[in-house]
């Protein structure tokens, strides 16, 4: 009997290629996604310590500074703002990106059980050819071998 062969285990391969694929994109997306949630935390904490530098000084402030202060602490502001719009961005690619990866999987599962169902089916063949090729030998044992008894003795005459 043959050896199993998957007809569609060309496909099967570059869908599971595609899945490898899909899976390094979305670490990818998870590593852009957690430098942007780091760039807005710490953008965050330079925020609180210039302000807390600023209290700390208390009232009395020399204009120059705290225009110095001031622009800095807008900066700030500006570069916050930057920081969670690329956030944003970067959380919407990683649920694509996932979203992708998880319709890659199902086609992969779907081809890893078709493959295995038809692995079933051929051993079931084989399996069915195996015993009717023992059925053969043990009918033409019997008939060799009866063939000047027909019906076996019972050994009580």
Same mark, same amino acid.
């Not at 060309?10 to 852009?32: I, P, S």
């Not at 502001?77 to 990866?101: C, N, P």
């Given at each position: 009997?043959?050896?199993?062969?998957?007809? %569609?285990? +060309?496909?099967?391969?570059?869908?599971?290629? @595609? $899945? *490898?694929?899909? #899976?390094? /994109?979305?670490?990818?997306?998870?590593?852009?996604?957690?430098?942007?949630?780091?760039?807005?935390?710490?953008?965050?904490?330079?925020?609180?310590?210039?302000?807390?530098?600023?209290?700390?000084?208390?009232?009395?402030?020399?204009?120059?500074?705290?225009?110095?202060?001031?622009?800095?602490?807008?900066? %700030?502001? +500006?570069?916050?703002?930057?920081?969670?719009? @690329? $956030? *944003?961005?970067? #959380?919407? /690619?990683?649920?694509?990106?996932?979203?992708?990866?998880?319709?890659?999987?199902?086609?992969?599962?779907?081809?890893?059980?078709?493959?295995?169902?038809?692995?079933?089916?051929?051993?079931?063949?084989?399996?069915?050819?195996?015993?009717?090729?023992?059925?053969?030998?043990?009918?033409?044992?019997?008939?060799?071998?009866?063939?000047?008894?027909?019906?076996?003795?019972?050994?009580?005459?």
């Amino acid at each position: 009997m043959k050896k199993f062969q998957f007809r %569609l285990e +060309r496909v099967f391969r570059y869908h599971q290629q @595609r $899945l *490898k694929q899909a #899976e390094l /994109r979305l670490a990818q997306a998870a590593m852009e996604r957690d430098a942007a949630q780091a760039a807005v935390l710490r953008c965050q904490q330079q925020i609180e310590q210039a302000c807390r530098l600023n209290e700390s000084v208390g009232g009395l402030i020399n204009p120059a500074i705290r225009a110095n202060v001031t622009a800095h602490l807008e900066q %700030l502001g +500006r570069i916050l703002a930057t920081s969670r719009e @690329r $956030l *944003k961005v970067s #959380e919407q /690619r990683f649920r694509e990106t996932d979203r992708v990866r998880a319709e890659i999987t199902q086609d992969v599962e779907g081809f890893t059980h078709l493959r295995n169902l038809r692995r079933d089916e051929h051993r079931d063949e084989v399996n069915r050819q195996f015993q009717i090729e023992i059925d053969e030998v043990v009918m033409r044992r019997w008939s060799v071998d009866g063939a000047d008894d027909p019906l076996p003795s019972t050994g009580m005459s």
